[in-house]
């Protein structure tokens, strides 16, 4: 009995190491924008509204996305999101916003089935083993960029994060601190379930915040990140 009790301590020991790991680092990563020269910009799909306008942090994703475009970082956008709560299909959503910004839409590509963070990637790593892309921009809030960078290196692809830093989930304080605490959950899962073992979890998590404490300076586009 008290060998069970000990185990279990300790294994919660180890999940609360885990979540203490992985928060420091999506906090961290949240910070580094990556930006550089791609293939394709990859902006992941957020909420809708019920009267179908896009969400703070759908808009937020969008613009950036374009930011990025305009300023020449790579020659198509990929806007990946199904239909959510409410219709339209976020992609719809952005695209809209996309002409409206004046790109063309030939320069528009569209996912309009995926549901979830995986199905995106998924759809990504397709499309690009089929169009010869290699090296691909993130762009989502800023507290979504691990996770979404990590999955898209899983599935072969040279990832780095472009974070929508004007997204209302990210400078707004509460708002930032609860969606990071449920990406730090999320990451645990995929880490647990979809690609590593429970003790591998919290390894590759430390080695990230030691690599993202130590690494190169950021480097932040003027104008990106919100005022302190």
Known sequence: MRTFVLGGLAGGLSVVLALVALYQAV????ERDETRPADVI??????????GEPSNSLRSRTLR???????GYAPLLLLTGGVGRFPPAEAQVMRRLALQAGIPDDRLVLDETATSTQES????????????WRTVLIVSDPFHIYRARQMAR???????????????LY???????????????ALLWYYTLGRLTMTNS?????????????GPTRHVLQGTRPAS
Do not use: K
């Open 27 to 30: 906090d961290r990563q949240a």
């Open 202 to 214: 919290l390894t590759v998590a430390l080695r990230e915040l030691e690599r993202l404490r130590f």
């Open 154 to 168: 899983d599935a072969g692809l040279d990832a780095y994060g472009a974070p929508a830093y004007q997204s209302h």
């Open 65 to 71: 996305g374009v930011q990025l475009y305009q300023e």
């Open 171 to 185: 400078t707004m304080d509460r708002l930032r601190r609860y969606y990071t605490v449920r990406e730090s959950f």
């Open 42 to 51: 990859i902006v992941l799909g957020s909420q809708v509204r019920a009267d």
């Open 121 to 132: 990637i998924e759809t990504a790593a397709r499309l690009a083993r089929e169009r010869g």
